[in-house]
């Protein structure tokens, strides 16, 4: 049986990562379905966003995703939740333009309720009331997943419907 040879093929759009981002998805080792024979290379590029941590380029306006450790989550809450309202106003405004907004934990429900960070002084209840009210307020999904790279994995997974999506709207119009 002849052997294909495999060849790198580069995605066709590029992950934008917040030039702020301290701890940023590498996006690597993805399974990503390619043609026979070829993988798929995950082009990333730090850039300042105002809004989120991560985007695709050139969807920067529309396409937003906050990543939330669990130490971060319960910080943005308590003494950072002014500027993390102020944030998700941006947010809001993206979707009321058709776009999408997300945030994306590295922790599922049963972290953030039973085991806070020791720092914290915040109630779970308080948190989840939060989340609560800032995903209806603002119209954010937020995504619970049980570590870091589950969270990276779906964090891709949602660029990625967002970019064939908005493929589909392009062709639909042609």
């Not at 130490?71 to 939740?81: F, M, N, Q, R």
Request: hydrophobic share 40%.
């Amino acid at each position: 049986m002849p052997r294909v040879k495999s060849t790198t093929k580069p995605l066709p759009f590029t992950i934008i990562v917040d030039s702020r981002e301290q701890a940023p998805f590498g996006f690597t080792d993805i399974d990503i379905s390619a043609p026979a024979g070829k993988t798929w290379e995950v082009k990333t590029l730090r850039v300042g966003l105002e809004t989120g941590d991560y985007s695709i380029r050139g969807w920067e306006h529309l396409l937003t995703i906050e990543r939330k450790s669990l130490t971060d989550l319960y910080g943005t809450i308590g003494g950072g939740h002014d500027r993390f309202v102020r944030e998700c106003q941006r947010m809001e405004e993206m979707v009321r333009r058709g776009g999408f907004a997300a945030v994306v934990c590295e922790a599922d429900m049963n972290a953030e309720i039973n085991f806070p960070p020791p720092s914290t002084t915040l109630g779970a209840n308080h948190l989840l009331g939060t989340v609560a009210h800032l995903s209806m307020r603002h119209g954010i999904h937020w995504y619970f997943m049980p570590g870091r790279r589950e969270a990276e994995l779906f964090c891709f997974r949602l660029l990625q419907a967002f970019w064939k999506q908005r493929q589909h709207e392009l062709e639909d119009l042609l």
